[in-house]
């Protein structure tokens, strides 16, 4: 990491439906909200662009390239023009990317620096494949390609780790995002209501205390195509544990500045990343 200790960061909270227009609508307002308030760093939630039929999300998927003449879709062209307006990092939480099965694209987490160059990309690891107890299951592997790498991004300095919703149940990878030196951890989620209300500040606690990162999750909320329920409460949380902010229920951001000295004041106070031990 750089000399640069500070950050202000934001969460977008979203309630996407199944119209790619006015969701990256919403997504550019954000984004103006996220840059007047000083934001560097911007993380969409899962689904931004796009939540409703799995037949119509693959008709839209998109390549995810670092060259603009590779990746020319609305939703790629769409986070481009908005951290190049705006001039900040912005983190398209999840979107379709193509894969070599077209039935099953990635869900995707992408980076684009203030250049509007995308510099790094995450294909979800996890894919939820649940019954989470209201009559609802959830098969997100009949339609998605998992991944199969983590990624840590520099942000001015600052170590990035990505990952998507249902990771956020897996410390293994968050303990891999801390290794390759990671500060941050972006966790964007459209975590259902069932789990959300139990799960969702728990795991978001848990993650940062553990790996020691500070934790920076965007959510869906509200309601979406086919009943589908979403819980919100975007958050930035510190590696103490401290919910540094909240969102309220609803469309909009949350923003901290994030004191990266206190993080690394916490990794040597408390060094249990280097405690760790083999074991059968």
């Known amino acids: 990491m750089s000399e640069a200790l500070e950050i202000t960061v934001s969460a977008a909270q979203m309630q996407s439906q199944d119209n790619l227009t006015e969701n990256l609508a919403c997504v550019e307002d954000l984004v103006r909200q996220a840059a007047g308030r ?13 939540m409703g039929n799995e037949d119509e999300k693959r008709g839209i998927a998109e390549t995810v390239s670092r060259a603009a003449a590779d990746s020319d879709g609305p939703i790629l062209r769409a986070l481009r023009e908005a951290a190049r307006k ?38 979800k690891i996890h ?39 249902y990771d956020l149940r897996f410390p293994e990878l968050y303990r891999s995002l801390a290794d390759k030196g990671a500060v941050v951890a972006t966790v964007p989620a459209a975590f259902t209501l069932m789990t959300g209300k139990d799960h969702w500040h728990v795991l978001l ?8 990162l500070v934790v920076v999750a965007a959510a869906q909320c509200g309601i979406h195509p086919k009943g589908r329920r979403t819980y919100g409460k975007s958050c930035v949380i510190d590696p103490w ?28 106070s408390l060094p249990s990343l280097t405690h760790r031990r083999q074991f059968e």
């Open 38 to 50: 000083g934001a560097r760093l911007l993380v969409l939630p899962e689904n931004f662009a796009f």
């Open 86 to 123: 705006h001039a900040v990092h912005l983190i398209g939480g999840g979107m379709p990317e193509k894969s070599d099965d077209p039935a099953r694209p990635f869900n995707t987490s992408v980076l684009v620096a203030p250049s509007g160059e995308v510099v790094a990309s995450y294909r």
């Open 127 to 165: 894919l939820f494949d649940v019954e989470v107890g209201d009559g609802a299951s959830y098969h997100e592997s009949r339609a998605t390609s998992a991944g199969s790498r983590t990624v840590v991004a520099d942000v001015g300095g600052i170590g990035v780790g990505l990952s998507v919703c």
């Open 205 to 212: 606690r848990a993650r940062a205390i553990e790996s020691q």
């Open 241 to 268: 544990g401290d919910v540094l902010a909240q969102a309220p229920d609803g469309v909009g951001i949350v923003t901290a500045t994030l004191d990266l000295e206190r993080a690394l004041r916490v990794r040597k």
